[in-house]
């Protein structure tokens, strides 16, 4: 007899629509997996096998044949292990095939019958066309963030083959399980003292969408402030928040709900390029660029990063997607991230201050290669950071809290909004002639910083983005005016200098 069950895969964050059909007939008892399986997808007869007796069921001693459809995809994962189990006692009499109509199975049986968690499972499920799908328990709230499906969380084998020999398909009534995630608690800007410049910095960045690059010494509060940028976004909006959520599902990440707030991602100087960007060899998976889609993608100790792996990140600093092509998967993944970077201005941290630095020249220049010339470009702000004075440490008083700062972010990303676009950073083209009209004197200050080789024609869009929201956070409207210039191209520092990285 033959059967088919639909299932789903998991490439890069999306889901991809599988069909497990099986065949059971005469001939040597054995069960047989084609349609291009990994190894892990191989290994499910025995896992099925061993699943079904746990379940008190008996399991068929004929030959069994399971084709993963479509043929020429690479199927990776333990996901399709139900939708083989339910396929085999379809085809072998066991349960009606009119009782499974309708129905798409996700999730991995274990050997004692269980079904268990697999990554994937928000995609997975957005991916099959049936209404009713059922997953693991576990999985069961985050699969229910799909809209237009009924998910039934099932905890053993046993439960869907009870639940499938009833023509009524009475389905156990499990509690929604609670989630395992913790929140992350964002601490306040009014905490730090002595750095107002650099939060000022970090409002606009928050406001416009414009990447950021902090340079200065050890212990001058960067990786402190970077960490406080969350808590001046707004919350994710529907769409945003349901491919945010997608991205972490497929990452195998405990999602605990729909995520709404802007995620925060800060990977070590030894990260990988795969691990960053994503891919793989065997399986499509989401890097750290996409994790933080729809939030801030941290990189302390920029310098330390490998030049390869920061390169990498340049063409999806720009266009908010990144195309992944190996020989056996293709995906695009999401990397609408908002970057920020921090590094010292030379190994030892100290250069700029007279006598400090021990880093000798060739050092220094080793350094400086680190990071080229077109990434540094992606940054519209470049700002150096000086530790903060004595008095302001000891007695100084509070920063403006985190709150007060984010309702003026709110209020400059509505301005963006009436534009047609999420932030400033994203216009381009006619849009920013239209939304940026410069008066006279701020023409002529871009004329001269075109004319001497300061400001590339990159960069003068990009100083003319940072120069609206800063219009938008001080309530300006009209023409951009020289003073507006003269601050967004204060905040674009040199950071090409011989003594160390920031001039």
Not at 267 to 278: C, D, E, F, K
Request: aromatic share 2%; hydrophobic share 45%; net charge neutral.
């Amino acid at each position: 007899m033959l059967a088919s069950i639909p299932s789903a895969i998991v490439i890069g964050v999306d889901g991809i629509p599988v069909t497990v059909e099986v065949h059971v007939g005469n001939g040597i008892p054995g069960l047989t997996i084609v349609g291009l399986p990994d190894a892990s997808c191989r290994e499910a007869r025995d896992r099925v096998r061993a699943a079904v007796m746990a379940a008190g069921i008996t399991w068929p001693n004929r030959k069994i044949t399971i084709n993963l459809a479509p043929s020429d995809t690479r199927k990776v994962g333990s996901g399709l292990d139900l939708a083989m189990a339910v396929g085999v006692l379809v085809a072998c009499g066991e349960l009606k095939a009119d009782n499974v109509a309708g129905l798409a199975f996700v999730g991995e049986l274990g050997l004692d019958g269980t079904v268990r968690p697999v990554p994937g499972v928000v995609p997975r499920v957005d991916a099959v066309a049936e209404d009713h799908v059922v997953v693991p328990w576990r999985s069961s709230a985050d699969a229910a963030l799909v809209s237009g499906r009924t998910v039934h969380g099932v905890r053993t084998l046993r439960e869907v083959f009870d639940a499938l020999a009833q023509e009524s398909r009475l389905w156990p009534l499990h509690p929604v399980p609670e989630p395992d995630v913790v929140e992350q608690v964002v601490a306040d800007l009014a905490d730090v003292r002595g750095q107002d410049a650099l939060c000022d910095a970090l409002e606009l960045s928050a406001a416009g969408g414009h990447h950021l690059l902090m340079i200065g010494p050890p212990g001058a509060g960067k990786t402190m402030l970077a960490s406080r940028l969350p808590g001046l976004l707004p919350d994710l909006d529907a769409r945003t928040a349901m491919e945010t959520s997608r991205v972490h599902s497929a990452a195998g990440l405990t999602l605990g709900g729909l995520v709404t707030r802007p995620p925060f991602r800060a990977p070590h100087h030894s990260t990988t390029m795969v691990a960053l960007v994503g891919g793989g060899s065997e399986s499509m998976r989401p890097g750290e660029v996409s994790l933080a889609s729809g939030g801030v993608l941290f990189l302390d100790e920029l310098g330390e990063f490998p030049p390869a792996v920061l390169d990498a990140l340049r063409q999806p600093l720009e266009e908010g997607v990144i195309r992944v092509s190996r020989a056996r998967f293709s995906a695009v993944l999401p990397a609408r991230v908002l970057m920020v970077a921090a590094m010292n201005p030379c190994p030892c941290g100290e250069a700029g201050r007279p006598g400090a630095c021990r880093c000798p020249d060739g050092l220094l220049a080793r350094y400086r290669r680190r990071l080229s010339g077109p990434l540094l470009d992606r940054f519209d702000l470049r700002v150096h950071v000086d530790r903060p004075a004595v008095a302001a440490l000891l007695g100084g008083e509070p920063g403006t809290p985190t709150a007060q700062r984010a309702e003026r972010v709110l209020l400059a990303r509505e301005r963006a909004r009436e534009r047609g676009v999420e932030v400033n950073s994203q216009l381009g083209g006619a849009q920013l002639e239209e939304a940026a009209p410069l008066h006279i004197d701020a023409e002529n200050l871009l004329k001269g910083a075109l004319t001497s080789g300061r400001l590339s024609a990159r960069g003068l869009s990009r100083i003319r983005r940072v120069a609206l929201t800063l219009a938008d956070l001080g309530g300006h409207r009209g023409p951009l005016l020289a003073p507006q210039i003269a601050a967004a191209m204060a905040l674009r520092v040199d950071v090409t200098g011989t003594n160390g990285i920031a001039a």
